[in-house]
């Protein structure tokens, strides 16, 4: 775990780093800078995109990384909003909280699979590896192959929050550092299950009912679908100015229909 947040870390530095290299000719004050949950990188570059537009003379840098290394980077000011798609834990309780979101944690599996609904004891089930064959769900007996996050990954903790409870993923698990990663391996393989955010769900995979609520937009802001999480974002006790005008455009009507057409539920 440790080689996997140093790895992190230092691939988050050197991207940062290389980005500040290439924005020389804009003072800092003109730069802002956001790192964190893979899952949350898309929606908030197609905010920093419409926001620059906007505000032509303004730079904004967004980097992934995971939830864990955004918050950190946000901690140390490498970064001036964090982002993360699970909660706070405990010991991070010094940074402003902002939900910018709501999203879902699809659990996908390739189209040629005819299972349509799973419970959560099946998951649990699965990614424990106590159920091994997909005879057990009520399709071939062939084996299953399950596809997990990498530590540090705000979906990873907010699965194994939601479904393992206090149970292990097995390491049998194929670990990805990406949403767009478990998805391409799932469509690329009939006998795989894996999940990831709703809002990058696309026709290359299905899309599995849970507990029989199939996931959508509607189930997730009603909170009827089960595997639903908030999207965050996370900065110092005094936000630059910068940042915080970003998350006011982030909060407003604009930003949060943005954030709809993306694919996730906002609050407007």
């Known amino acids: 775990m440790r080689f996997n947040q140093f790895r992190l870390g230092v691939t988050l530095f050197l991207c940062l780093m290389a980005l500040s290299c290439s924005s020389k000719n804009f003072t800092h004050s003109q730069a802002l800078t956001i790192a964190g949950s893979t899952s949350v990188q898309p929606f908030a570059e197609k905010l920093a ?28 000011k ?58 057990r769900l009520g399709w071939v007996d062939k084996p299953i192959y399950f596809v997990n996050r990498e530590e540090g990954s705000g979906t990873r903790d907010a699965f194994e929050s939601l479904v393992m409870k206090k149970g292990e993923i097995s390491d049998e698990a194929l670990v990805q550092d990406s949403n767009g990663s478990v998805r391409e391996i799932i469509a690329n393989n009939p006998q795989a299950i894996g999940y990831i955010s709703f809002g990058i769900l696309n026709h290359q995979v299905k899309a599995l009912a849970v507990n ?8 997730i802001k009603n909170n009827q679908y089960t595997l639903t999480r908030p999207f965050i974002f996370v900065l110092p006790s005094q936000p630059t100015p910068l940042a915080s005008q970003f998350v006011d455009f982030v909060l407003s009507q604009e930003g949060q229909q943005i954030l709809e057409k993306e694919g996730l539920v906002g609050f407007q």
Request: charged residues 20%; neutral net charge; contains cysteine.
């Open 78 to 135: 490498v970064a001036q909003i964090g982002t993360s798609s699970r909660e706070l834990h405990p010991n991070e309780g010094d940074l402003t909280k902002i939900i910018i979101a709501k999203d879902g944690i699809a659990v996908i599996v390739h189209p040629q699979n005819p299972v349509n609904d799973i419970s959560i004891e099946q998951l649990r089930g699965i990614f424990s590896g106590k159920i091994r064959s997909w005879s």
């Open 212 to 219: 029989s609520v199939i996931p959508n937009l509607t189930t």
């Open 49 to 76: 995109e419409i926001y620059m537009d906007i505000n032509p003379k303004l730079i904004i840098n967004v980097q992934g990384g995971g939830s864990t290394a955004g918050i950190k980077a946000c901690r140390e």
